[in-house]
């Protein structure tokens, strides 16, 4: 395996030159505009899986976009690992805040990235990431030094929820049978301080609609008489939380998983700096429910954030104006173990006793998806420690964090199958932001990584 070293330093230049290749396809899922790109983008991702050394590569057909397939087989009584990823991207919306264009990479160095960084949309989310398990399986399969059997399933979907998928994953139960799904679509604390993802929050994501008059208003003819649901719809947003930043939806928390003082104690453990964190968020102080640190309130607790909210006039100067109409997106993190379903109808129903009989509410529920926590002392997760203990000569610490990857849960439905979260990104790489990146030395450290979680989970499974 120590010839993993030599490989990369060789053929360093070419994978990031093929890396940015697949950065320039714009494969953004949530905008119908670049279908055609989201699907120029499947073939090079099968492409690539062949050049890799791959077999039975495929372009296999789902209600939305395909999902891209291959494995290597080299024994069926050896284990298999399933690598899991995504090559469809964010918008990369608002353009205008990008220091270089996003479908366009340049290599440039930052503070936490002084070995260079590549910018572009997707760069860490997720292509620079599932392409380092390409490279990975390159190496192995080009030196005779796979012990296990590999399959890929790389999809087109996640950013828009994946809604496809578990009937793909139903569908074909039999060929993605597996032992474990290995996933890098997470982040690390810091490049010397590496980490594993062992939680991901689930979804509950939902579109509110606040009908006041059955048309626009002039407002001073009609301000302060008729309802106006954009004063409504703020009023209704801001009941949602109380003085606490507790979330006031009745039964919003009754199954959400207790977690001890002792494991509580064990995760404060992991390094954290609230200082550096209000820093590179320019912030004059955090914000969240009260008697939980900053990290238990991004890991361990549910949320409900507004993402979007809009009526009326946005326009250039000021319009006299009582709109009909207002909206906002709302997702709700989750934690074990609540149920989204049961969260969105909890939600709904809330929502709607909220208004006043002068408007009338529309809650439209979008996607969604259940929490997961990977046990840490599971092969799977042993292996992975000591893969990047190998790599990064420190023991790697366990981490929950507050993103989502719907998918995982959904795994562990069908096959039975533990996933192991191992993430190269850092918090700073600005995914779903303008001037994402990802660090090159991140990029190699786990090209460099992953073949030796194959090795000690062939060794371990025994
Ligand atoms: N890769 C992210 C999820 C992630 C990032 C988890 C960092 C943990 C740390 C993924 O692509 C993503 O953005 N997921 C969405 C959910 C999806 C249903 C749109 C999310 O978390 O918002
Ligand atoms: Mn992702
Ligand atoms: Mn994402």
Redesign the pocket.
Known sequence: MKDINNYINTNKDRFINELIDLLKIPSISADPAYSKDVLATAEAVKKSLEDAGCENTEICETKGYPVVYGDKIIDPDLPTVLVYG?YDVQPPDPIDLWDSPPFEPVIKNTDLHPNGAIFARGAC??KGQFFMHVKAVEYMINNNALPCNVKFMIEGE????SDSLEDFLKENSEKLKNDIILIS???MIANDTPSI?TG?RG?SYVEVEVTGANRDLHSGIYGGAAPNPINVLAKMIAQLHDENNHITIPGFYDKVEVISDEERAEMAKAPFDLEAYKKSLDIGDVHGEKGYSTPERFGIRPTLDVNGIWGGYTGEGAKTVIASKAYAKISMRLVPDQDWHEITELFQKHFESLAPKSVKVKVKPH?G?QAYVTPIDSIGYQAASKAMETTFGKTPVPQR?G????IVALFENVFDSKTILLGFGLDSDA??SPNEHFGVWNFLKGIETIPYFYKYYTEMKG
């Open positions: 995504h989310d997720d996640e950013e828009v929820g679509d997470t982040g993802t991901l979804l996607h998806g964090t993103g989502s990857i719907p995914i779903h």
